[in-house]
C-alpha cells in the first residue's frame, strides 16, 4: 500500500480558502495551477459485523465527476495537522452507480484480507472540492479547498478543510513549507480526520 502523506487546516468561510492561497502565492517559489473543481461524493461502507472498522482501515467508494473507484486506507494518524497513512485505490469505471460500484467491489471477494460480502454504506462525505497543482523543480504539491457536507444516519454536519498533499519531492521540505503556511495563514489544525468526525456523528445517532 502506498503512504499518503499530507497537511491539513480548519476552514471556517470562504474568506480562510482565499487567506491560504495569497499566502502560498507569496511563499511557494514554483507555480500555481488552478482551480479545477470536481464534486467527490464518497460512501464509507462496512461489513454488517463492522469488521472493517473493527481493524481500523477504512473502505470508500468514491464517484469523483461521474467515475467510481475504491480506496481502502489505514487510520489517519495526525499529528500537528500533519496525516499520514497507507492506502491502495482501484478503478471501477464501469460502475454507473453506486449500486453497480459495490456489486464491482464485492466480485474481489476479499481485499486487504478483510471481507468484502454484504458491504453496506455506513456513512457519506459529499465534497464539492477545488484543486489547485503547486509545481517546481523538484516537487509537486496538490492543494484541495474542502467543502462538504458528512451525512451519517439522520445526522448531518457541515465542514470546511484545506488539504495539502505530498505527490513529488522532499517529505522534509513538504513538513517546513506546511509549517510555514500554518504560521502565516493563522488557520488552526483539526483535531480530527473527516472520516473520524463523520464516525462521531454516527455514534450520535446511537
Known amino acids: 500500500m502506498a503512504i499518503e502523506c499530507e497537511f491539513k487546516w480548519k476552514a471556517h468561510t470562504q474568506e480562510d480558502f482565499s487567506r491560504m492561497l495569497e499566502v502560498i502565492n507569496k511563499y511557494f517559489t514554483g507555480h500555481l495551477q488552478g482551480p479545477q473543481k470536481v464534486l467527490n ?7 454488517p459485523s463492522r469488521q472493517w472498522s473493527a481493524h ?5 467508494i468514491r ?17 500537528n495537522g500533519k496525516a ?5 485505490t482501484i478503478p471501477l469505471a464501469s ?30 462525505i459529499s465534497n464539492h472540492r477545488q484543486i489547485y497543482n503547486l509545481t517546481s523543480d523538484d516537487a509537486l504539491y496538490e492543494l484541495a479547498l474542502d467543502d462538504c457536507q458528512l451525512t ?18 522532499s517529505e522534509k521540505e513538504f513538513s517546513a513549507f506546511a509549517l510555514l503556511l500554518t504560521e502565516k495563514s493563522g488557520l488552526s489544525v483539526p483535531e ?15
Open 152 to 169: 451519517a444516519g439522520i445526522k448531518q454536519m457541515p465542514l470546511k478543510e484545506i488539504e495539502l498533499e505530498l505527490k513529488r519531492g
Open 84 to 88: 499520514v497513512r497507507q492506502e491502495e
Open 56 to 60: 481500523k482501515t477504512a473502505l470508500r
Open 192 to 206: 480530527k480526520s473527516k472520516v473520524e468526525s463523520a464516525r462521531s456523528l454516527l455514534e450520535e445517532n446511537k
Open 41 to 47: 461524493q464518497d460512501y464509507y461502507l462496512d461489513t
Open 95 to 124: 460502475a454507473g452507480n453506486i449500486e453497480d460500484a459495490v456489486k464491482l467491489l464485492e466480485q474481489k471477494a476479499t481485499w486487504q484480507g478483510l471481507p468484502l460480502a454484504g458491504l453496506e454504506v455506513v456513512f457519506t
Open 63 to 79: 464517484c469523483s465527476n461521474g467515475v467510481f473507484e475504491a480506496t481502502s486506507k489505514t487510520q489517519t494518524k495526525m499529528v
